[in-house]
Nanobody, 127 residues
Framework: QEQLVESGGGLVQPGGSLRLSCAATQFILDYYAIGWFRQAPGKEREGVSCISRSDSSTRYVDSVKGRFTISRDKAKNTVYLQMNSLEPDDTAIYYC????????????????????WGQGTQVTVSS
């Protein structure tokens, strides 16, 4: 059964860093565009970042540009989200998702494009 599994969340102080991982079972992530989403309590789910299948082009929501970096490790069948300079507003459950279309368009934040989702990992930024 195809499955995505996120890991790497936790509690971190403002200004700190975390690296989230998105690993796949039963399918190859390199065939998909991979998106990271987050949902904070009482808020709608938000598209954070996306990495395309072929050229690994990337997209980011404005609020994380310059602080977050999405990347792939093909050998490990894993996509990462490196998060630096974390802020309390980054507190949320973070999800990864796979889009079989393979390309991160300007509409990458549309969750309906994604066929597979992980269960989420909690990120809490607090002093």
């Amino acid at each position: 059964q195809e499955q995505l599994v996120e890991s790497g969340g936790g509690l971190v102080q403002p200004g700190g860093s975390l690296r989230l991982s998105c690993a796949a079972t039963q399918f190859i992530l390199d065939y998909y565009a991979i998106g990271w989403f987050r949902q904070a309590p009482g808020k709608e789910r938000e598209g954070v970042s996306c990495i395309s299948r072929s050229d690994s082009s990337t997209r980011y929501v404005d609020s994380v540009k310059g602080r977050f970096t999405i990347s792939r490790d093909k050998a490990k069948n894993t996509v990462y989200l490196q998060m630096n300079s974390l802020e309390p507003d980054d507190t949320a459950i973070y999800y990864c998702a796979a889009d079989p279309a393979g390309f991160c368009s300007g509409n990458y934040y549309n969750s309906q494009l994604y066929h597979y989702w992980g269960q989420g990992t909690q990120v809490t930024v607090s002093s």
